[in-house]
């Protein structure tokens, strides 16, 4: 079996390294694309480096843009490679620009080479239109032939659209795989230490979603209740590139004095930095599932969450909507007050790191329907 992995932005080198390793472990032929959509070393070649995962075989440096610009040059730049390398399968994780542009390529030549579409992460659902990942999402799943999800909610959610039971495979969550995996690396790494903070007396945050970063207001109340927590403990807040450039051209350097701020941290790093903390406010979806299975405590700061297993299984709360200052203060008291879990306490069904097993005997058992009837 010859499987075309796909992966572009931060959140999914994760996702693909324990599946590329298990691809590898049973012999089957793995072919890497990076979209290049992400590209500082801080957001790209860090996470190769500490996840082991070996050189892609095709870059296509596809940079920074517009959501169209973006997406049509991963969709130029794919087209040649896939049609080159004819995979048995086109494998997509989450549900970036590189998620959708790669999706789209591959079903439109799906009758020429017979590559079959997986998507890894399907099923997830904010309902929010408004965010580029819901859009990326529910094309990606509309687009696969096969549909892998990483928990039980998220079945549901695609029968409601008309997929076809038996298209949808329950797999797990393979970025688990990753974390329960590089775990101990992390914590001898112990970042926060190097940071000068003790572990469980930090806050941890993160903040890139364009919802939270794009408008002065919006970016104001997060970074002022960061800066008011830090009177009580020391917020560290490693800076995505959008939430900089934003940050600065709003005038807001006054406000990230108050918090340790530093450049984007590498999966080790970050890994050991969120273990570390006594709460995580965070905007990321990621985080969501890693502060689950960590046992630490999790404020989202977003008006709703595509992973609502993180609430009812897992040790995360939404700050309430709209935010403000007070809001995200009165929900970072909240989740102080919570005790820390044990790792894999009380963990969603499939995040147990195994995930990248069954979605490859996944990919190897599934049949698919033919073209007219998909
Ligand atoms: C993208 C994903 C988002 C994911 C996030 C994780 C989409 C629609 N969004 O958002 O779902 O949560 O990645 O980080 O795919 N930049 C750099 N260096 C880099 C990457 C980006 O400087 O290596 C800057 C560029 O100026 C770019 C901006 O950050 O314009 C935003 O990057 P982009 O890939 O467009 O979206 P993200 O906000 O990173």
Same mark, same amino acid.
């Given at each position: ?143 696969? /032939?096969? &549909? %892998?999800?990483?928990?039980?909610? *998220? #079945?549901?959610?695609?029968? $409601?659209?008309?997929?076809?039971? @038996? +298209? ?8 688990? /795989?990753? &974390? %329960?995996?590089?775990?101990?690396? *992390? #914590?001898?790494?112990?970042? $926060?230490?190097?940071?000068?903070? @003790? +572990? ?17 207001? *919006? ?156």
């Amino acid at each position: 079996m010859k499987v075309m992995v796909v992966a572009g932005a931060r959140p999914n080198f994760m996702k693909i390294a324990p599946v590329v390793s298990e691809l590898e472990k049973r012999g089957h032929q793995s072919v890497l694309v990076h979209t290049g959509q992400h590209y500082d070393a801080s957001m790209s070649q860090s996470f190769f480096d500490d996840l082991g995962i070996r050189a892609p075989d095709h870059f296509l440096g596809v940079g920074g843009g517009s959501h169209a610009s973006q997406t049509a040059r991963i969709m130029e730049r794919f087209e040649p490679v896939l049609v080159g390398a004819r995979p048995d399968w086109v494998l997509v994780p989450g549900d970036v620009n590189s998620t959708l542009g790669a999706s789209l390529v591959t079903v439109k030549l799906k009758a020429e080479l017979g590559t079959q579409l997986a998507h890894l992460e399907a099923g997830l659902r904010s309902n929010d239109w408004r965010m580029p990942e819901e859009v990326n999402r529910v094309l990606t799943d509309r687009c696969s /032939d096969l &549909l %892998l999800t990483p928990s039980r909610d *998220a #079945r549901a959610n695609l029968i $409601a659209e008309g997929i076809d039971d @038996e +298209r949808i495979h329950f797999v797990g969550n393979v970025m688990i /795989d990753t &974390l %329960l995996l590089r775990l101990d690396a *992390a #914590r001898e790494r112990d970042h $926060a230490r190097t940071l000068g903070l @003790e +572990r469980d007396g930090y806050v941890a945050a993160t903040l890139h979603r364009p919802s939270n970063v794009d408008e002065s207001d *919006a970016l104001r109340v997060c970074l002022e209740a960061f800066a008011r927590i830090a009177e009580r403990m020391p917020v560290v807040l490693p800076l995505h590139p959008r939430t900089q450039q934003r940050a600065e051209r709003f005038g807001f350097r006054g406000l990230l004095d108050a918090i340790t701020v530093t450049q984007p941290l590498g999966y080790l790093e970050m890994l050991s930095v969120t273990d570390g903390a006594r709460v995580v406010l965070t905007d990321s979806g990621g985080l969501q599932e890693e502060t689950t299975v960590l046992g630490v405590p999790c404020v989202t700061l977003r008006e709703q969450t595509e992973r609502p297993v993180t609430i009812e299984q897992g040790t995360n709360r939404l700050a309430p909507w709209p935010l403000t200052v007070a809001g995200i203060i009165a929900s970072f008291e909240d989740a102080l007050a919570r005790p820390r879990r044990a790792v894999g306490e009380d963990c969603p069904d499939g995040w147990d790191g195994r995930a990248a097993e069954r979605l490859v005997s996944s990919l190897e058992s599934f049949r698919t329907a033919p073209v007219a009837a998909a």
